[in-house]
């Protein structure tokens, strides 16, 4: 009896193996294709899907910059990456401070009115950017901030996703005790929040700062709303976007090493926050 339970269970296992395993390849090897059309040519790419990298990488990313050779001549890679880490970087540190500090009023405060505050921002949540899009470039014009980075950094005060998840996180991995224990000891509400709760809610951060990056700096529409004709300005994305449609040049080796260049910052945030994510809720809080 217990020969033949361990023999399905050791044969469970190896099928759940087997089908992460085979997860993990549908995964990876978009990004090994990635990597190996980088270092190739033109017309190696465009004969077919190759599986052995080749030796032009670093001729493919001279090109970028070439004038005689590039595809996008109104502003460079360089210029692109600047924009996206000016908008991206800032955007995320507001998104997680102001989104926590959100939850945190929600969760450790009683109010008249938080329950209609929390419903407003749960409806909010159900409303997409391109309804919005409109009553915003009105704003920024109004307000002379129409093709400058502001508007792709402000509105990252109130988000309300991460306001969601910092909530529901919160409720499970934050202790009051400790909250009430710092009043007694005199400390100020910004201090508790800043010296005491945030240390607890590194996990909750690290996940929601990794999607905060991610979504900036992929976000191609409302850059492209907000930001006008001002080449200039011009992130990542649009980048992407300008050297895969320009139908006069095609240069597969300078697009694949573009789009390589463009997804390194997501890797590197993803592999630095990455630790935190698994850490146990309410690091250093009261066992009960």
Same mark, same amino acid.
């Given at each position: 009896?217990?020969?033949?339970?361990?023999?399905?269970?050791?044969?469970?296992?190896?099928?759940?193996?087997?089908?992460?395993?085979?997860?993990?390849?549908?995964?990876?090897?978009?990004?090994?294709?990635?990597?190996?059309?980088?270092?190739?040519?033109?017309?190696?790419?465009?004969?077919?899907?190759?599986?052995?990298?080749?030796?032009?990488?670093?001729?493919?990313?001279?090109?970028?910059?070439?004038?005689?050779?590039?595809?996008?001549?109104?502003?460079?890679?360089?210029?692109?990456?600047?924009?996206?880490?000016?908008?991206?970087?800032?955007?995320?540190?507001?998104?997680?401070?102001?989104?926590?500090?959100?939850?945190?009023?929600?969760?450790?405060?009683?109010?008249?009115?938080?329950?209609?505050?929390?419903?407003?921002?749960?409806?909010?949540?159900?409303?997409?950017?391109?309804?919005?899009?409109?009553?915003?470039?009105?704003?920024?014009?109004?307000?002379?901030?129409? &093709?400058?980075?502001?508007?792709? $950094? +402000?509105?990252? *005060? =109130?988000? !309300?996703?991460?306001?969601?998840? %910092?909530?529901?996180?919160?409720?499970?991995?934050?202790?009051?005790?400790?909250?009430?224990?710092?009043?007694?000891? &005199?400390?100020?509400?910004?201090? $508790? +929040?800043?010296? *005491? =709760?945030? !240390?607890?809610?590194?996990?909750? %951060?690290?996940?929601?700062?990794?999607?905060?990056?991610?979504?900036?700096?992929?976000?191609?529409?409302?850059?492209?709303?907000?930001?006008?004709?001002?080449?200039?300005?011009?992130?990542?994305?649009?980048?992407?976007?300008?050297?895969?449609?320009?139908?006069?040049?095609?240069?597969?080796?300078?697009?694949?090493?573009?789009?390589?260049?463009?997804?390194?910052?997501?890797?590197?945030?993803?592999?630095?926050?990455?630790?935190?994510?698994?850490?146990?809720?309410?690091?250093?809080?009261?066992?009960?």
């Amino acid at each position: 009896m217990n020969k033949t339970y361990s023999n399905k269970t050791s044969g469970k296992k190896i099928f759940r193996t087997i089908v992460c395993i085979f997860l993990c390849f549908l995964a990876l090897f978009p990004f090994y294709i990635l990597i190996v059309n980088a270092t190739l040519r033109h017309a190696d790419i465009a004969s077919g899907i190759k599986l052995i990298p080749g030796k032009y990488f670093f001729t493919n990313f001279q090109s970028l910059f070439d004038p005689k050779k590039r595809i996008v001549s109104t502003f460079t890679l360089f210029e692109a990456f600047r924009n996206s880490i000016i908008i991206t970087v800032p955007t995320t540190i507001l998104q997680i401070y102001f989104g926590s500090l959100t939850a945190y009023a929600l969760t450790v405060y009683r109010f008249k009115g938080r329950d209609l505050a929390w419903g407003f921002i749960y409806a909010i949540m159900m409303i997409p950017t391109q309804v919005s899009i409109v009553g915003l470039i009105k704003v920024c014009k109004i307000t002379n901030m129409y &093709g400058t980075f502001w508007p792709l $950094i +402000f509105p990252a *005060i =109130a988000a !309300p996703t991460t306001v969601y998840f %910092m909530k529901q996180y919160m409720e499970s991995g934050l202790s009051l005790e400790i909250i009430e224990a710092a009043r007694i000891d &005199g400390c100020s509400e910004f201090g $508790i +929040f800043n010296i *005491i =709760a945030l !240390p607890l809610l590194k996990p909750a %951060m690290a996940t929601q700062a990794i999607f905060a990056f991610v979504a900036s700096w992929n976000n191609l529409y409302n850059p492209t709303m907000l930001l006008g004709s001002h080449t200039e300005l011009s992130t990542l994305p649009m980048y992407a976007q300008a050297i895969r449609n320009n139908d006069k040049r095609q240069d597969y080796g300078q697009v694949y090493t573009a789009l390589l260049c463009a997804i390194l910052p997501i890797i590197i945030a993803y592999l630095f926050l990455s630790k935190y994510i698994v850490a146990g809720v309410a690091l250093g809080g009261v066992k009960e």
